[in-house]
């Protein structure tokens, strides 16, 4: 049975620290499928009787009041009635999440519950527990004192009949006394196995949308102008709310069902017990450590599991946007613990469909449930659209700094939101700016009322109704309008968005990263030839791999795959698809694949029913098992098999991957001396490239003796066989787009698992690297043998280093020697590796000219994207979903090329299989951006001209009329902000960008001419009037 570590404690809310007053703070990654790290800091808070008594009385002697207040701000209703204790006493919980891109805190209150438990119900079964009582599921091979305790959660007798613990985010978390910690356990409380989208009643969401400050805000101007007589006016916004509400309510539930029977999944699954029965239940009571037996004809995933019998053919776009799909295999013996990040291969995730299921070993196909709820992976990806990451953006940011380089008096910043649950959106600027401008006008409106004799009570209308004035009702509408009329205009291209605030971040790209093969290339592989190899030295290419005689260049063709039959149709990775096209075998599996060998193997490869006879042929074709197989792994960058045919004393093991890295698997003896040169020839032609290596077997010819052997002991001390040459055309689209983004200054960037010099003739054959620019390989060698790490650059032009680097200090200060044309730096996945660990002073200089990332792991994409992001880039990434998830998630405009409308994977789908979809984003992107500023220094304009008017008037004793409002305000405005929110993008990118800060000078100085041009206007005209005869 493979190692299960079932228990390990993978809480983003848990510390070794004893919890006392303060803080607990950790550095954590909330998001399982995010690189993000975020500071958590959690605090506990408990009643005391002095305090609540204080709280209601603030609350009667304030009529109430303050509950509104608690409600937007909750933190002050904490510290007024609760005072901070240790954790381990807390009643409520304050916990403040900060991402390490972004400075703001999100702040949440959750409060701790209790459950009575019976003494024994946290126990295991006799025949599961250690010795000391805990799960040996639990302990595993950790060493002594380092495992979590999830069987005896409490030592204490008290303790073991009450638990503590709270809620957040969908998931469990449990006090554990030993740790002093809350962790999340997997082997104690786990709650139904669902994910449950909460759907609000409308009587809820109207409370809601009633309570909020800016409906607050228009409850009172309603109120106060019923005051002021304007019954018309106030009949018009109040009609307007109420229709804003509704929609917002309709639009907000309506998307909460949608999501709800998106992910709402209920099943009948197959348990086998302890004992041997089986079981049927319903997959809500799933808890992890059940064992499943899965259906031959597949079907719906309900949770996480790890497959631990059999095989299975999946289908991952929902949660991967991969539409080709993927073939699971036995978790493999060792131990090395379980985790879904390292063991994908062998993880059938929640909400995936399994096409088949097939056994090996048995007569099941058993899987053991790793993760339940809201903590598989779909469970992630929804928490993540029901808690997005904050975004960081200038616009906001500078919004509240923009009102003070405006407002004599200062800011008016609003104060941290801190509620529980999601974190509101940012107050409007114009709003900010329009109230801070109204405290100098209302000192001066109640100055000159009170020299014209107006009554008291008047002057306090007035005053109060200079708010009212600075604050256009039309303002949440006109800010919001532009983006959605580019979200509208981008689904209308095929083009999905589900986080339209991205679309402003679009318009500020200025590096996009791409995936190669399906981004850049084409998604399918023509099989150029085959180059054998005969002792020391390679032979002419051949161009048709069927023609190859019988041996083991040609059975590693035709074995090396994981490919499959469904519904009598090959499916599995198109580039073994055309591989095996190239032989012409066909592929067996079933009932009568077993009876070609009077025995059970995984598949088995036929060859053409007709012949070739070719000159030279030492030995007739036969049929070749399948025995066993490792899957393509990204890290390892290779695939192998054990096969078997019939006459053979032992079993073959075919290996088939990155050439750099299995010819390094092979017996040195074995591999040419020209080797890197013959490999050279073809990646610089823009050809990909494979090894296949081989090498007898010293088992039986059966397939538990094959099911029994270790990756390790299979590829290695292998004999090279040979090359496969493989073509990947670039698409027609890709050029064109990657010349405009460049003439844009927009860098383009590739990020690919492919080899480097393959990436490099596609970078230089598509423009990413022009004619005449100047291209340099970046090599790095990891200590070793005492020596330090080490650098190397190698211009592409020649294979002679022109630079060396030892010493970190002295590479952290090299600079490339200045040359006229662009510079453009080409490395691998390791070398990138080599950066970050031993030479991080230089890993910034080489990102800022680094063009081509090669032999790139899913992990390292997301570093390279996170690294780039701290050197102040806003970064794009598009890719075709699978190996490309992370860094689209990571990116600050991800696009996904997909078939599916929507992807919870990246913000942006694109329906286009090419590249074509990117400056179409950059367009409306800077549209919308733009237009956004414009809609806001209008809106800001128009609310200081009234501003000013009504001062004016004021001076005279007289305000604008009730209509007078009301064709200025929902006419003249509404009309113009509309109109100019569906401004069009450009037909084409140009260099300039819209800026992405209040804080610039074309916007500052747009807006303060425009105000002082209309306040000389309406103040000459006025004392031009007074200066009159009349």
């Known amino acids: 049975m493979p190692f299960l570590l079932l228990s390990t ?143 005896q959660l409490h030592r204490t007798e008290e303790a073991q009949r009450m638990l503590r613990y709270y809620l957040f985010r969908g998931q469990r978390y449990v006090w554990i006394e030993t740790q002093q910690a809350f962790c999340r356990v997997r082997k104690t409380i786990y709650g139904p196995n669902v994910i449950s989208v909460p759907v609000k009643s409308y009587l809820q969401l109207l409370v809601d949308e ?62 086998c017990r302890p004992g041997g029965e089986e079981e049927w239940v319903d997959s809500s009571e799933l808890v992890p450590g059940d064992c499943l037996v899965l259906p031959q004809e597949g079907g719906l995933m309900p949770c996480d599991a790890a497959l631990v019998a059999g095989e299975c053919m999946v289908n991952e776009s929902s949660l991967t946007g991969e539409s080709v799909p993927v073939l699971k295999t036995v978790l493999p013996e060792g131990p090395v613990p379980y985790f879904p990040e390292t063991h994908q291969r062998h993880t059938l995730f929640c909400g995936t469909l399994i096409l088949q299921a097939r056994a090996s070993v048995g007569p099941h196909v058993l899987a053991v449930v790793t993760q339940t709820g809201f903590c598989t992976a779909k469970g992630a990806l929804v928490s993540s659209i029901l808690h997005p990451r904050p975004i960081s953006f200038k616009f906001y940011k500078h919004s509240v700094k923009f009102v003070a380089a405006l407002s004599v008096l200062g800011e008016w910043p609003p104060a941290p939101h801190f509620a529980s649950g999601p974190r509101s959106p940012v107050p409007s600027p114009a709003e900010s700016l329009a109230v801070s401008s109204a405290l100098l006008g209302t000192i001066y409106s109640i100055f000159i009322l009170h020299r014209n004799q107006v009554p008291v009570d008047e002057i306090v209308i007035r005053a109060l109704d200079l708010v009212t004035v600075a604050v256009p009702p039309a303002l949440p509408a006109a800010m919001t309008v532009c983006t959605l009329y580019a979200q509208s205009r981008l689904r209308s291209q095929g083009i999905f968005c589900v986080h339209p605030m991205r679309i402003n971040l679009g318009g500020k790209l200025r590096l996009v990263c791409f995936d190669k093969t399906g981004t850049l290339t084409e998604d399918g592989l023509d099989v150029m030839g085959v180059v054998p190899l005969k002792g020391q030295e390679f032979l002419p290419l051949v161009p048709e791999p069927r023609r190859l005689p019988m041996g083991p260049l040609l059975r590693a063709l035709a074995t090396c795959h994981t490919l499959s039959r469904l519904r009598d149709t090959p499916v ?409 929110s569906r401004t069009r993008p450009a037909l084409a990118l140009g260099q300039a960008r819209p800026p992405g800060a209040l804080l610039s000078v074309p916007v500052l100085s747009s807006l303060l001419l425009q105000v002082a041009l209309v306040a000389s206007v309406q103040l000459g005209g006025y004392f031009l009037t007074v200066a009159q005869p009349w």
Request: aromatic share 8%; charged share 15%; hydrophobic share 40%.
């Open 9 to 151: 404690d993978s809480s983003p809310l848990v510390g070794s620290t004893p919890a006392g007053y303060g803080t607990l703070t950790v550095e954590t990654s909330i998001d399982p499928l995010s690189s993000s790290v975020s500071s958590v800091r959690l605090s506990g808070y408990c009643g005391s009787p002095w305090r609540v008594i204080g709280y209601h009385v603030v609350v009667w002697a304030t009529a109430g009041i303050p509950l509104l207040l608690f409600r937007w701000k909750p933190l002050w209703r904490v510290r007024l009635r609760l005072q901070p204790c240790s954790l381990a006493r807390a009643e409520t919980l304050v916990i403040e999440i900060r991402d390490k891109e972004d400075s703001s805190w999100q702040l949440y209150t959750v409060q701790v519950q209790t459950e009575a438990i019976s003494k024994d119900s946290l126990e295991l079964p006799p025949q599961t527990q250690a010795e000391d009582g805990r799960s040996q599921a639990a302990v595993g091979t950790l060493p002594e004192g380092t495992w979590k305790d999830t069987a």
């Open 210 to 271: 009633a309570l909020n400050p800016y409906y607050g805000f228009q409850a009172f101007s309603i109120g106060l102008w019923l005051a002021d007589y304007y019954y018309w006016y106030a009949l018009c916004i109040f009609l307007i709310s109420i229709v804003s509400i509704c929609v917002s309510m309709y639009k907000t539930r309506k998307q909460s069902q949608t999501l709800r029977d998106m992910v709402q999944l209920s099943v009948q699954v197959c348990v």
């Open 572 to 980: 599995g990775d198109p580039m073994d698809l055309k591989m095996v096209e190239s032989t012409g075998w066909v592929l067996e599996e079933g009932p009568a694949a077993d009876s070609t060998f009077g025995t059970q193997v995984l598949a088995v490869m036929r060859p053409p029913l007709q012949e070739l006879h070719l000159q030279g042929m030492e030995e007739p074709r036969v049929p070749v098992s399948i025995l066993s197989h490792f899957p393509f792994s990204s890290a390892l960058q290779r695939m192998s098999v054990v096969v078997a045919w019939p006459g053979a004393a032992r079993p073959e093991a075919c290996v088939k991957g990155s050439p750099e890295l299995v010819a390094g698997l092979c017996d040195p003896k074995t591999v040419p001396t020209d080797f890197a040169q013959m490999l050279q020839s073809y990646t610089a032609a823009g050809y990909r490239v494979v090894a296949l290596a081989s090498k007898p077997l010293p088992i039986a010819p059966s397939m538990e003796a094959a099911q029994q052997l270790t990756r390790d002991t299979v590829e290695w001390k292998l004999s090279l066989l040979g090359l496969l040459v493989m073509q990947n055309l670039l698409k027609p689209q890709t050029t064109p787009v990657i010349q405009a983004l460049r003439r844009t200054c927009i860098r383009t960037v590739m990020v690919t698992g492919d080899n480097l010099q393959t990436a490099v003739t596609v970078a230089q054959g598509c423009g990413m690297v022009g004619p005449q620019e100047r291209l340099a390989i970046i090599h790095a060698n990891p200590p070793e043998r005492g020596q330090p790490a080490s650098l190397e650059l190698l211009p592409v032009e020649s294979s002679a280093a022109v630079t060396g680097a030892q010493d970190p200090d002295q590479a952290a200060s090299y600079t490339m020697e200045p040359d006229p044309r662009s510079s453009h730096l080409a490395l691998s996945g390791s070398t990138f590796g080599v950066l970050m660990k031993h030479f991080p002073k230089l890993l910034p200089k080489v990102l800022v000219q680094g063009t081509v990332f090669a032999r790139m792991a899913p992990e390292q994409k997301t570093e390279l994207v996170c690294e780039l992001q701290k050197l102040q880039y806003c970064v794009g990434m598009c890719g075709d979903g699978a190996n490309d998830c992370g860094a689209l998630k990571a990116a600050d405009v991800g696009i996904s090329l997909s078939q599916a409308e929507a992807s919870v994977v990246s913000p942006f789908t694109s329906s286009m299989a090419n590249i074509e979809c990117v400056p179409m984003v950059i367009r409306e992107g800077r549209c919308s951006l733009d237009t956004s500023f414009s809609v806001f220094k209008y809106m800001a304009l128009y609310s200081l001209t009234q501003f000013i008017s009504v001062l004016i008037l004021y001076t005279v004793n007289t305000n604008l009329g009730d209509v007078q409002f009301l064709v200025i305000d929902l006419v003249i405005t509404t009309t113009v902000a509309v109109l100019m």
